[in-house]
């Protein structure tokens, strides 16, 4: 329903600037004044119509074509709803109708209508502008409900029953509430459980939980700290993700999997609308044009080509190994390896370490890699594979030599 729009939140319609040592409030304090934020709305269909029509004008900015403010208020393509302070996520409910956001020092998730922010629109229904001129619809034309859930309450799912739910980060849980039309009956917007996870919960997702068709029976729960729930082994700790069943009344808490990284936003889809590549197509593939590379180097034609003081260097590697494995330079050298990964078997991925030039690559099946540098040292530098390949792994390096200067 509400396709064809974005909404995105902001904070800081202080417009604070930091200066804590010369007596300014610190930035989170000063940022978190007002007791509104600011929501961004934005029709950006309208603005590729109006773009493909040629009649809206841009301001082109390092290539990009940019629709600067005024004209964007001009047009009709942008406006902003008052939201709770210091809000985080904006979370589209499923059908398109709700735009739920949650303010992360408000313990209500606040919920406004798609049909009320159209009709708001239509009836210039404003409060006024901010300081950039945008028109601001009134709050209470455009909110549909608010729901207390409890403390800092983050991002918002869906389910395909007229659910939702927020991960809460202050509280460490995760709760479910109920849209206007919940399948079970009950109260429309209002809490119906809750879930401590562990701990402090930054993104949730359910399955499908972010599209117009959620879909499964479970919810991830992925926690910024682990604390207590995993064997210490110094004073780093691993984020951890959490399995919640989500297909009865109430959440049950699954399982554990710690991980090393911080588990920030994921999407759980179903598994057969993956349909990857295992093997790039053609060998000496460049993943970042997605063409065959220039520089893809077929095997038997593995070649140093020198111009001056640029030596292009035209590799292979197979298991389990380099050609060529010797590459003599001079000092003050400019260097340009080209690799190109001959095999094609799935998951037979090679690596190129040259650690004493910081020099790391890793090159996937028929991929092919580049990389410049400068020989600046002279001496004797090994390069080697760096992903795991083969039983000749280990033996798999060769040599770069670096004549020194006269
Ligand atoms: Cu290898």
Known sequence: ???GWVFINTFNSEMATPGALEGKPPMEV?????????LHVIHWKKAEQLLAAGTIQT?????MRVIMMDEAVKQGILY????????????????????VVSGKLDPHVTIFSFDKIMKAIEAKNFEGKDAFGIPILKFNAVVEAQVELGLGPLHSEFDDKGYAYTSMFLDSAIVKWSLDKPAGGEKPWSLLDSLSVHY?????CVAGGDTSKPNGKYLVSLNKWS??????VGPL???????????????KLLSD????GEPHYAVMAKAEIFKPWTVYPEIGYNPLTRTKSKFATDPGKERIERKGKDVHVYMTVIRSRFIPDRIDLKQGDNVHLHITNLDRAEDATHGFALSSHNINLSIDPAASADVDFVADRSGVFPFYCSEFCSALHMEMMGYMTVAKAP
Request: no cysteine; charged share 20%.
């Open 1 to 3: 329903m509400s396709h």
């Open 30 to 38: 000063a940022a978190s004044q007002k007791e509104m934020d600011l």
């Open 59 to 63: 301001k082109n900015i390092k290539g």
């Open 80 to 99: 902003n709803i008052p939201e709770p302070k210091s809000p985080h996520g904006s979370d589209v409910s499923p059908d398109g109708r709700f735009i």
């Open 200 to 204: 402090n919960t930054g993104h949730l």
């Open 227 to 232: 604390l207590d729930r995993a064997l210490p």
């Open 237 to 251: 700790h691993p984020q951890n993700l959490q399995l919640i069943d989500i297909t009865g009344p109430k959440m």
């Open 257 to 260: 999997t710690p991980v090393v």
